[in-house]
């Protein structure tokens, strides 16, 4: 009777043992059997592509920056933020004392810009030397018609003189420098010697002919005390015409050679003047 007991016994414990190992071979077939999920590399892809199309941003509002995710988002604004500060500092720094450099630069200009005081060469002349120097810029203002004060003439004469030149060539030499500028009437007998191929004359009108050419409004002589040339008014220039006796005045009239004698013309730059036209007596 004991072998029966110890037998079924036995039996009970392997049972046992056999159910345990069974319900832990069972459990573990359970958890085995469960997936492991790991993305694989298409997964991944996909998943990219899903961030990025437009369904796949939960955000849309107007701060959100299209077609990124939101640490993507993150990283740009830092970077931004980043930038903004950096172009800060530098547009200070070029800021700094820009005031003090643009003074000094102004100030610098203005003293280069300053005129130099000039010296009067009538200063350093003895009184009885500025004094004939005084009435010979007088006699010239009034003789050679330039346009120039007789101040200036003085001051060339001056200067002339202080070089060492005497009284009568500096006022010779200032008058012949005058005659050459331009705008300076010209005596008519000096016209060759003039070293300008623009002249201005006045005289009165002695003679006209008849022009030989279409292109011509007039041709005629013109005459002061110191001699007499032959003029052309070419039709193109538009100008007055003129009458014989008439005082006139041409200004800027063109030098030309014929034959080895110099005339003028009149062309679209020149001017007519009529310095006895309205007078009372007409």
Not at 9 to 30: L, M, T
Not at 149 to 155: D, F, L, P, S
Not at 250 to 272: D, M, P, Q, V
């Amino acid at each position: 009777m004991s072998s029966k007991k110890s037998v079924s016994k036995v039996v009970s414990v392997d049972e046992q043992a056999y159910e345990q190992e069974a319900g832990q071979a069972e459990h573990e077939d359970v958890v085995d059997e469960t997936p492991e999920f790991r993305a694989t590399v298409e997964m991944e892809i996909q998943a990219k592509v899903d961030a990025n199309h437009p369904d796949g941003i939960v955000d849309t509002s107007e701060d959100r920056i299209y077609g990124v995710t939101l640490a993507q988002e993150e990283r740009i604004q830092a970077r931004e933020k980043e930038l903004e500060r950096i172009s800060a500092q530098a547009a200070f720094g070029r800021q700094k004392g820009r005031a003090e450099r643009t003074r000094a630069v102004v100030e610098q200009a203005r003293r280069s810009q300053r005129p130099v005081k000039e010296v009067d060469p009538r200063e350093k002349l003895e009184r009885a030397e500025l004094g004939q120097v005084n009435r010979q810029a007088q006699r010239l203002a009034e003789n050679v018609n330039g346009g120039y004060t007789r101040a200036v003439i003085a001051k060339r004469i001056a200067s002339r003189v202080l070089e060492g030149e005497a009284m009568f060539e500096a006022v010779m030499d200032t008058k012949e420098e005058m005659q050459h500028e331009a705008g300076t009437i010209v005596p008519i007998g000096r016209l060759e010697s003039i070293r300008r191929g623009e002249v201005s004359v006045e005289g009165r009108v002695i003679e006209l002919w008849e022009p030989s050419n279409s292109s011509m409004q007039q041709v005629g002589l013109i005459e002061d005390e110191t001699g007499r040339t032959k003029f052309t008014i070419w039709t193109k220039s538009r100008q007055t015409m003129v009458q014989k006796g008439e005082l006139v005045r041409f200004r800027a009239a063109a030098k030309n050679w014929y034959n080895g004698r110099c005339s003028i013309a009149l062309t679209h730059w020149s001017e007519i003047v009529f310095p006895e036209r309205g007078q009372w007596w007409e």
